[in-house]
């Protein structure tokens, strides 16, 4: 079946490191792929997105690209904020479904202190 | 433009109970989906629905149920609750041809005791 594996979290970084986070995934065909991102007290908020391998989906300074061939879709921001503290979850939808069912990983907690 | 909407925020029942959850779609979007969201886990698909028809579903019993009315907006209901149904239920809505694309409410917290 399909899965998603995030990286073991919480990560705690300072204001203005790299941030890094793997996604590395199992699905049929060709999926699409997805970055969610939850605030505390809030739903989740699509970050970014990718759907057709080599893709680099970029949104608020993160990016993520579409790796066929070693099934990832790891998350990248040059400079983290405080705001950017959150959980963030990486997410498939898999090709040649007829419906949008989407299957998540267990999330990733992001501190970042000032 | 108003996002999805979901009430109650909060609820509390009793093992064996029955339960009804509410969802308002963005406007615009004709597609929507439900998700049982465990403390500290990722999201697990529940079922879609387009058309006011249920279009897909993931592992969850029949005793998970729903519905979509003419505008789009939807209920989850659940009957003969357990304790391992205490989760955040979150809805999302999606635009016409873009079901992939989901945009989430706030959710519904419902603990079971």
């Known amino acids: 079946g399909n899965s998603v594996t995030q990286m073991e979290g919480p990560v705690t970084l300072s204001e203005e490191a790299f941030l890094t986070i793997n996604c590395t995934y199992t699905?049929?065909?060709?999926?699409?792929l997805f970055w969610y991102v939850q605030y505390p007290g809030e739903g989740l908020q699509l970050l970014l997105k990718?759907?057709?391998?080599?893709d680099k989906g970029s949104n608020k300074g993160f990016e993520a690209t579409y790796r066929k061939e070693t099934t990832s879709f790891h998350l990248e921001k040059g400079s983290v904020q405080v705001s950017d503290s959150a959980v963030y979850f990486c997410?498939?939808?898999?090709?040649?479904?007829?419906?949008?069912?989407?299957?998540f990983g267990q999330g990733t907690i992001l501190t970042v202190h000032p | 433009e108003t996002g999805v909407t979901q009430s109650p925020t909060h609820l509390i029942k009793t093992r064996g109970q029955q339960v009804t959850l509410r969802c308002s779609s963005q406007?615009?979007?004709?597609?929507v989906s439900w998700y049982q969201q465990a403390l500290g886990q990722g999201p697990q698909f529940i079922f879609q629905?387009?058309?006011?028809?249920?279009?897909g579903r993931g592992n969850f019993p029949p005793r998970f149920s729903g519905l979509q009315f003419p505008n789009y907006s939807s209920e989850l209901n659940v009957n003969a609750l357990e304790l391992d149904d205490s989760a955040l239920y979150l809805c999302?809505?999606?635009?016409?041809?873009?079901?992939?694309?989901?945009?989430f409410g706030p959710g519904t917290r419902l603990t079971v005791t």
């Open positions: 999302a809505s999606s635009p016409p041809g873009q079901d992939y694309e989901q945009y």
């Open positions: 699905a049929t065909g060709y999926p699409s």
């Open positions: 990718a759907t057709k391998a080599d």
């Open positions: 997410a498939l939808k898999a090709g040649g479904t007829s419906y949008g069912k989407l299957t």
């Open positions: 406007s615009g979007h004709n597609t």
């Open positions: 629905y387009y058309r006011e028809e249920e279009n």
